[in-house]
């Protein structure tokens, strides 16, 4: 299976661009940057976006601070939307505030709308994380004007594997890191490829009750039986409401493929109230969900059909929704979510498998050969398993500090998160109750205590770099 950090999914929800909720206002800019920071034959450039309000920032003040977000996967609005905290503490602590998007997303194309173009493969060589990171700190730079001013970075998910990195690199240009939900340990070798799998299985095992996970299980023989047959893959698509019907094994594949998606991306997005980020959903999705999957069925009709009515929470909760569309995560003119499957394919190799045995996923295996030969045949691209270990270390964090490391543990990602500090300057809080960067987003009278206090924390040690610096 393949999981989804943030965005892959965000364009079922949304247009290209359209973000459902705008509660922060910003002004959007633009930065030159090179297009290759590490070579000096080539001085081509090309613009990222960035959001930025200073009108929280204290003019008497000669060192107010700068939030600074190390934008992910996705258009930065939406996370600038979705991270009310950062809004929250820089209202009180008076700081500037800076979204900046991740090159090869949103708007900030290096070749424009040319940059995906499949016969020129050679356009996606400058997307990696250490550009990134250098378009930050050439932003940084610039945003700091020649004075000294404290900069924190922020980050949630893949951002918050950025923002740690950041400080990890960068320690002169930002005094600090928050780095929630950031699974900058789900890479060869430093956690099992299971682990994602089985942390979901539980989330949907203690949702409602425990015939959820076990009618998922089953799910899988049943789909491959009814689409055995012709009539039965017309079955299918009815049941489910699919936009395309299942014509073959491909398509069975990729209909089981989406359901394991849309079950990872429940479990992350398990909120103790309503929300949007990755589609319109009910307050604790995960348990009205197996709420249609209470009772265990022998049937395997009844039991596919309690299935599509469980996974309309996901697709249809505004019940505006026509049909299921199984195939689109990565479809054509859909930028966002093609930029995370090319990073998987160069850095951001995350091994991922299961057993039915003992998850409620299909059983299956982590194989770098055939995943590599698909990245390949895909985008020209050769993954490198074992970059992000070399670059930034793995499990050796001791010379690390000033990074707080934030973790749900409801969210399945949180199993590739760091959940034990290597040394007194780097922090971990962990949520028990918390799904996946519960704690980045806006305070909400539903929150449990344990992000509450969590975000206490976290503002806490931040104030204190802020006031040591
Ligand atoms: C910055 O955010 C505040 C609070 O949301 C808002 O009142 C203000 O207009 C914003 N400033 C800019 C420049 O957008
Ligand atoms: C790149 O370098 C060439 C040769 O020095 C120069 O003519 C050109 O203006 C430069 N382009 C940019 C974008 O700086
Ligand atoms: C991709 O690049 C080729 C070669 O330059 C060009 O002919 C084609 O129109 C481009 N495709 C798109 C979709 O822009
Ligand atoms: C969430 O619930 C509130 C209160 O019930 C409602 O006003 C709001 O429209 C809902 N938002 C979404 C995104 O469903
Ligand atoms: C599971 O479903 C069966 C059959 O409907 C039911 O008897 C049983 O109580 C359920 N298990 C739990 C833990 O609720
Ligand atoms: C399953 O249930 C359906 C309708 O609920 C029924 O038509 C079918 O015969 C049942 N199948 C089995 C194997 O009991
Ligand atoms: C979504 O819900 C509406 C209203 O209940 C229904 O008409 C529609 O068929 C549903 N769509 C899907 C894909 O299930
Ligand atoms: C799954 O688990 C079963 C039971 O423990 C074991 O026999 C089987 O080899 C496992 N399959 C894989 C692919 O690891």
């Given at each position: 299976m393949f999981a989804v950090l943030c965005g892959a999914l965000l364009m079922l929800a949304f247009?290209?661009?359209?973000?459902?909720?705008?509660?922060?206002?910003?002004?959007?800019?633009?930065?030159?940057?090179?297009?290759?920071?590490?070579?000096?034959?080539?001085?081509?450039?090309?613009?990222?976006?960035?959001?930025?309000?200073?009108?929280?920032?204290?003019?008497?003040?000669?060192?107010?601070?700068?939030?600074?977000?190390?934008?992910?996967?996705?258009?930065?609005?939406?996370?600038?939307?979705?991270?009310?905290?950062?809004?929250?503490?820089?209202?009180?602590?008076?700081?500037?505030v800076v979204f900046a998007e991740h090159r090869y997303y949103g708007k900030s194309m290096p070749f424009g709308g040319d940059t995906f173009n499949t016969s020129k493969p050679e356009h996606l060589a400058y997307f990696t994380v250490e550009q990134t990171l250098e378009d930050y700190a050439l932003l940084i730079t610039f945003l700091r004007n020649g004075q000294q001013l404290p900069v924190v970075a922020f980050g949630g998910s893949y951002g918050g594997m950025l923002a740690a990195w950041f400080r990890m690199k960068y320690p002169h240009i930002v005094i600090g890191a928050l780095a929630a939900s950031a699974p900058i340990l789900q890479f060869p070798g430093l956690t099992p490829c299971d682990i994602f799998e089985k942390i979901t299985t539980s989330v949907f095992e203690t949702a409602y009750n425990a015939n959820c996970s076990a009618n998922i299980g089953k799910s899988w023989k049943a789909i491959e039986s009814l689409a055995a047959t012709d009539a039965g893959k017309k079955q299918l698509g009815d049941m489910f409401h699919l936009c395309d019907p299942v014509k073959n094994g491909d398509d069975l594949n990729k209909f089981m493929d989406y359901l394991e998606e849309v079950y990872g991306n429940l479990a992350m997005v398990n909120y103790p109230y309503n929300s949007t980020f990755l589609a319109p959903l009910p307050a604790y999705p995960v348990r009205q969900f197996c709420y249609y999957l209470k009772d265990l069925q022998p049937n395997d009709t009844d039991l596919l059909a309690s299935l599509a009515s469980a996974l309309g929470v996901y697709t249809n909760y505004t019940g505006a929704s026509k049909c299921v569309d199984y195939k689109d995560s990565n479809s054509g003119a859909n930028y966002d979510s093609r930029g995370w499957d090319i990073q998987t394919c160069n850095q951001m190799v995350m091994p991922f498998c299961a057993n039915n045995s003992d998850t409620m996923y299909r059983t299956s295996t982590w194989d770098l050969k055939k995943f590599s030969e698909k990245c390949y045949t895909k985008f020209h691209l050769t993954p490198k398993p074992h970059d992000i270990l070399l670059r930034y270390g793995g499990r050796n964090l001791e010379a690390a500090s000033n990074i707080i490391f934030s973790n749900g543990l409801l969210d399945p990602w949180s199993g590739g998160g760091v959940l034990r500090a290597p040394n007194n300057q780097v922090h971990v809080i962990i949520l028990p109750e918390g799904a996946h960067h519960l704690d980045l987003r806006q305070s909400h009278p539903s929150d449990p205590a344990s992000v509450t206090d969590a975000r206490k924390k976290e503002a806490a040690i931040i104030e204190q770099w802020i006031r040591d610096f």
């Open positions: 247009e290209p661009g359209a973000i459902a909720e705008q509660k922060f206002q910003y002004a959007i800019k633009e930065f030159s940057v090179p297009l290759d920071h590490f070579s000096f034959l080539s001085n081509e450039s090309f613009s990222i976006r960035y959001l930025y309000n200073d009108s929280y920032v204290d003019k008497a003040n000669s060192q107010s601070p700068i939030f600074f977000y190390t934008g992910n996967e996705g258009d930065i609005e939406w996370f600038a939307q979705n991270s009310g905290f950062i809004w929250e503490l820089a209202a009180k602590l008076r700081a500037l």
